[in-house]
């Protein structure tokens, strides 16, 4: 309020003689008021709660989009492992379908597992960049929330009665359940990497050994 009024007075009377300044404030003191009402209400309205809850709800909206692309980027990959899981499935050779000939049989079984092993890697390469990013999302939507609560904690505070958790919270829940869905993925692929290991070394017979 002193910042305004002392702006207020400045403009006021910059243009004024030295000697005549005090007098010509006193005289003006009604345009002082109007300046400085004005003034003081288009400073309040920036800090109005409408104002401020708009700003969280832009912000959470914000990195709403962030975490919804995390999954987005690798979505492909993901829908692409059940496919792998068929296609390696069905295309192992047993020794009766290549009728004993063990040097096919072990060649196209070996690829078909050097494959599946370099898809695993690739996978898993996504993912843990993934998670990565999504801990940089948390790590930034944290950083909002401490601002909005030390720089706004009414408003702060009364978004968290109104609604029973504090302001980003849903956005907190998200980013567990995005990185439980992750970990899954993860899960899935290391699981098809083993099953298809256990199938390859109990179906596939090495030529130069028998």
Not at 74 to 94: C, S
């Amino acid at each position: 309020k002193l910042a305004i009024l002392s702006k207020a007075i400045i403009s006021l009377c910059k243009n004024e003689p030295f000697d005549n300044r005090f007098k010509f404030f006193l005289t003006n003191l009604k345009a002082v008021y109007e300046t400085l009402d004005h003034d003081f209400a288009v400073f309040s309205s920036n800090f109005s709660y409408e104002k401020l809850r708009s700003e969280i709800e832009n912000a959470k909206l914000e990195e709403q989009v962030k975490i919804h692309k995390v999954i987005t980027d690798i979505q492909n990959q993901i829908l692409g492992i059940p496919v792998a899981t068929v296609i390696v499935a069905t295309q192992f050779k047993t020794q009766k379908s290549v009728e004993n000939d063990y040097f096919y049989q072990f060649a196209v079984n070996t690829g078909i597992t050097i494959g599946v092993c370099i898809f695993t890697l690739f996978m898993g390469y996504l993912i843990y960049n993934q998670i990565q990013s999504l801990t940089g999302i948390k790590k930034e939507i944290q950083r909002k929330d401490e601002h909005f609560e030390r720089e706004s904690l009414v408003v702060y505070k009364k978004i968290q009665v109104s609604t029973g958790e504090k302001p980003f919270q849903e956005l907190f829940n998200r980013l567990r359940f995005q990185n439980f869905i992750l970990w899954v993925i993860a899960l899935v692929c290391l699981l098809a990497l083993i099953a298809t290991i256990i199938i390859y070394a109990n179906i596939t017979v090495n030529p130069y050994i028998n």
